[in-house]
């Protein structure tokens, strides 16, 4: 037994290291594969939150649909509408048209009448050119006779003034004369 012992505990520290590797083999495939469930957890939290954000905006995204369909009802409503004031506003169109038509014959009746007018009152202001031509002349006549009674006057008060003068002068010379006699 002594010989077989030896072997014998060859071949279990054989199958202790054996074990021992396959032990560490295990803990470094268990580190491995928590490393790996950890980062799969990270990945699936992460997962998570962008299928929550994901959901949010599809909450956000239906909403904004309803009130663009709300909108797009309103919309029809006011295109609906709007027909109707068309169809309103093309009837008085049809109706301004004719009363256009008979303002259009009235203005042609009117404007044949001021021509007519206009004729005369050209005849008339022709006249009252010559007359107004003539009065001109009229005034340009006065105005130089004024201008001429104005020199006129001007001289006669230039003669009467310098008169007076020689006339006060002799008569204080006189008035010395008698004063001194």
Same mark, same amino acid.
């Given at each position: 037994?002594?010989?077989? %012992?030896?072997? /014998? ?19 470094? #495939?268990? *580190? $491995? ?12 939290? /992460?997962?998570?939150? #962008?299928?929550?954000?994901?959901? *949010? @905006? ?8 309803? +009130?663009? $369909? *709300?909108?797009?009802?309103? %919309? ?6 709007? !027909?109707? @004031?068309?169809?309103?506003? +093309? ?5 301004? %048209? ?6 259009? !014959?009235?203005?042609? $009746?009117?404007? $044949? ?13 022709? =006249?009252?050119?010559? /007359?107004? *031509? ?6 340009? =006549?006065?105005? /130089? ?27 204080? #010379? ?6 001194? =006699?």
């Amino acid at each position: 037994m002594t010989q077989d %012992t030896p072997s /014998r505990l060859d071949r279990v520290e054989n199958d202790l290291t054996a074990v021992r590797q396959l032990l560490a083999s295990a803990a470094t #495939y268990a *580190e $491995s594969a928590n490393r790996r469930t950890d980062q799969l957890s990270e990945k699936q939290d /992460r997962t998570q939150v #962008y299928l929550d954000q994901l959901s *949010e @905006k599809q909450d956000r995204t239906q909403a904004h649909l309803d +009130q663009l $369909s *709300e909108k797009q009802d309103r %919309t029809q409503a006011h295109l609906d509408q709007l !027909s109707e @004031k068309q169809d309103r506003t +093309q009837a008085h169109l049809d109706q301004l %048209t004719i009363k256009v038509d008979q303002l259009s !014959s009235r203005l042609d $009746s009117f404007v $044949s009448e001021s021509q007519r007018l206009f004729t005369k009152l050209g005849t008339t202001i022709d =006249r009252l050119d010559g /007359r107004t *031509e003539s009065l001109e002349a009229v005034v340009r =006549r006065l105005d /130089r006779n004024y201008e001429e009674q104005k020199s006129q006057f001007q001289e006669f008060k230039r003669t009467t003034e310098a008169t007076l003068s020689r006339i006060d002068r002799l008569l204080d #010379y006189l008035v010395r004369q008698q004063g001194d =006699r």
